[in-house]
């Protein structure tokens, strides 16, 4: 089970190097959209409730609902009914 030409051998191990490190680049790629995601929800959600606190006059409690890290329902997306 040899290798007639060792540049065939050679090549074919930096083409099986170079598709691991597509895959690799490629699930950090996805990882990092999927937080980017999440934190541009969590972003829009403080300020929603920055919004709604200011507007009712109770910004205080917003805020500390903010920083304890509180958790709200996720409300639909524009143009997205709430039906599943």
Known sequence: MGVRDTTIALFSIVLLLLLG???NFSVIMSRQAAQITRLAQERALERAH????????????????????????????RGQSSRS
């Open 50 to 77: 920055r919004q709604a606190g200011e507007s009712n006059g109770s910004s205080a409690a917003s805020e500390v609902d903010a920083s304890m890290g509180a958790k709200t329902p996720d409300a639909p997306r």
């Open 21 to 23: 490190l597509a895959l």
